[in-house]
């Protein structure tokens, strides 16, 4: 069992930033890479970005250069650094952690981007 917390959505305005972190604990040995997927009203679950146990990661092209993931071993937590967002950023964001054979999901938390 892996538990899945994130923190850090809000409100902020277009061309703003926001710091998503999800923190993980439990079977943590068993994670082989962690990531974040963002569902907007209406539309399906989307992947956004994801970070391997050994660092490497991979982006949506919709995201990449403006978002950035990262992990903290020392804390077993991943970040998402979002940078000048936009209205189509607008969703709830989810963190996710796949031990090859499960994958668990966090609660989500919602970024809303103003025009």
């Known amino acids: 069992q892996v538990q899945l917390v994130e923190s850090g959505g809000g409100l902020v305005q277009t061309g703003g930033s926001l710091r998503l972190s999800c923190a993980a604990s439990?079977?943590?040995?068993?994670?082989?890479?962690m990531g974040w997927y963002r569902q907007a009203p209406g539309k399906q679950r989307e992947f956004i970005a994801t970070i391997t146990s050994g660092g490497s990661t991979n982006y949506a092209g919709s995201v990449k250069g403006r978002f950035t993931i990262s992990m903290d071993n020392t804390k077993n937590t991943v970040y998402l650094q979002m940078n000048t967002l936009e209205p189509e950023d607008t969703a709830v964001y989810y963190c996710t952690a796949d031990l090859r054979t499960l994958r668990y999901w966090g609660q989500g938390t919602q970024v809303t981007v103003s025009s």
């Open positions: 439990g079977s943590i040995f068993n994670i082989n890479w």
